[in-house]
């Protein structure tokens, strides 16, 4: 299995820009995560998407910040206006039910000057 | 809400001795437990989880954990330390019937030849 994809790697971009980073998750997986890494505040879970529908977003920052899941094989975060205190590693994971345990990707390493 | 502490920011361990990290969780009820390893640039991996059962659990790399719910612990132990164990480790717990993880703030593992 190739486990967890993300894309890109590495994001550096501007103040004001938009933002999109991507996951596909394990197949078979019906649960999908989004997390925030930042050395100030750890992980941070951002989204949980059940059967492609989003269940949880109490953790998105702010209105900015925007997630979909157009089918089971695909995820986008979306971060428009992007900020510098928008930089962080994004990692998006996925489980095969929502209780089991969650295999990460390996991340996105964003940075917004 | 559950909560994790991993006490040990940081731990340097000669290679070829013994490592134990400790983790404490505060849950009323059993909860999931796991821990997950991550290596510089890269995602998270998991090591190994406890549901039910057996308290000493096995996981990968030659790690084992041990579940005390007298002490609500979960400790990761592996008897000889290879450089390429040096990574963060992270703790985390989850509650039946929840898809949330808490994820403790992590301890930085440092081999020395």
């Known amino acids: 299995d190739a486990g967890v994809i993300q894309s890109p790697r590495h994001e550096v971009t501007e103040m004001g820009q938009e933002v999109t980073l991507r996951c596909k998750p394990i197949?078979?997986?019906?649960?999908l995560f989004w997390y925030r890494q930042t050395m100030m505040r750890g992980l941070e879970l951002l989204i949980y998407?059940?059967?492609?529908?989003?269940?949880?977003d109490s953790g998105m920052p702010e209105d900015r910040f925007s997630a979909k899941m157009p089918n089971a094989s695909f995820s986008t975060l979306k971060i428009q206006p992007s900020e510098p205190r928008d930089s962080a590693v994004y990692f998006c994971?996925?489980?095969?039910?929502?209780?089991?345990?969650?295999?990460f990707g390996p991340g996105t390493r964003l940075t917004v000057l | 809400a559950q909560s994790v502490t991993q006490p040990d920011i940081h731990i340097t361990v000669s290679e070829g001795a013994s490592l134990e990290l400790r983790c404490n969780y505060s849950?009323?009820?059993?909860?999931?437990l796991f821990w997950y390893v991550q290596s510089p640039g890269q995602g998270l991996q998991l090591l190994l989880k406890?549901?039910?059962?057996?308290?000493l659990v096995q996981g990968i790399k030659g790690f084992e954990a041990e579940f005390k719910r007298s002490q609500s612990s979960f400790n990761l132990r592996k008897p000889s330390v290879h450089w390429s164990d040096a990574a963060e480790y992270f703790c985390a717990v989850g509650a039946r019937g929840d898809y949330k993880l808490s994820f403790g703030a992590g301890t930085t593992v440092t081999v020395r030849a």
């Open positions: 994971a996925s489980s095969l039910t929502s209780y089991n345990e969650q295999f």
């Open positions: 849950y009323g009820a059993t909860p999931y």
């Open positions: 406890y549901f039910s059962g057996d308290t």
């Open positions: 197949s078979g997986h019906n649960s």
């Open positions: 998407f059940n059967n492609n529908v989003p269940i949880d």
